[in-house]
């Protein structure tokens, strides 16, 4: 009986520390891939790559009325106004408002914040205005968008994935909020006002910052989680 909760022991000891290294790699990897981006887009004097104009063009080329009149909805809703609904409604709601809207919302104001200053930094121009479906009024580096929604969905499939806030529906709100996410970065692109390139660099710091939210969900996570049990 000893040995067999020995081994158990020991192989909760091997699975979180092999989590630990794949939640690193995953981290440094978002970083790595940002890092290297921005610095195409310095060395590239902040205009499309290569690798930007064969993807986009392309992207361009499957334009479609039915199919625009689809992805602008679908990137108007990673505008703000909607990111700021969605946390005002987890914020309202007494079930989600301690395991949820206070983290996600924090992270949303730390995504913005973040994105607005390397926008300063990069001051890289969006694509030719004669390609843009909707307005946008800032730069493009990196994608806010993308930024934002990886961060703000990302932190709420985290906390539902470490059981912060338990709910029967798991599986098919983590599928959900991960296909928003690539869609709304996606939809950059169809609409013309980013580079491919934009999008990734915004998923990758995204994910960068989610790895050090995912540090602090270890932390305090528990006060969360008692809080929404209570």
Request: charged residues 15%; hydrophobic residues 50%; proline residues 4%.
């Amino acid at each position: 009986m000893i040995k067999l909760e020995n081994n158990m022991e020991t192989f909760t000891t091997v699975n979180n520390n092999d989590r630990l290294i794949l939640r690193l790699a995953l981290g440094g990897a978002g970083l790595v891939i940002f890092s290297l981006l921005a610095w195409q887009v310095v060395e590239a004097g902040k205009g499309p790559a290569l690798f930007d104009d064969k993807i986009r063009f392309w992207v361009y080329g499957i334009r479609r009325e039915w199919l625009t009149s689809i992805v602008k909805v679908i990137t108007y809703s990673g505008n703000w106004h909607p990111t700021l609904g969605v946390a005002a409604m987890l914020l309202i709601i007494p079930k989600t408002r301690k395991p949820l809207g206070y983290p996600s919302a924090v992270m949303a104001v730390i995504s913005v914040s973040t994105y607005s200053l390397l926008k300063m930094i990069f001051n890289r121009p969006r694509p030719d205005k004669a390609l843009w479906l909707v307005i946008q009024h800032d730069t493009s580096f990196p994608s806010g968008h993308a930024l934002n929604c990886m961060i703000f969905y990302g932190a709420i499939i985290l906390l539902i994935r470490k059981g912060i806030y338990p709910t029967g529906h798991r599986q098919a709100l983590t599928i959900l909020l991960s296909l928003l996410i690539l869609a709304i970065g996606l939809s950059r692109i169809y609409v013309g006002v980013h580079y491919p390139t934009d999008v990734l660099a915004g998923w990758g710091f995204g994910i960068f910052l989610l790895t050090i939210f995912s540090f602090w969900v270890d932390k305090y996570g528990n006060y969360l989680r008692s809080s929404n049990e209570n």
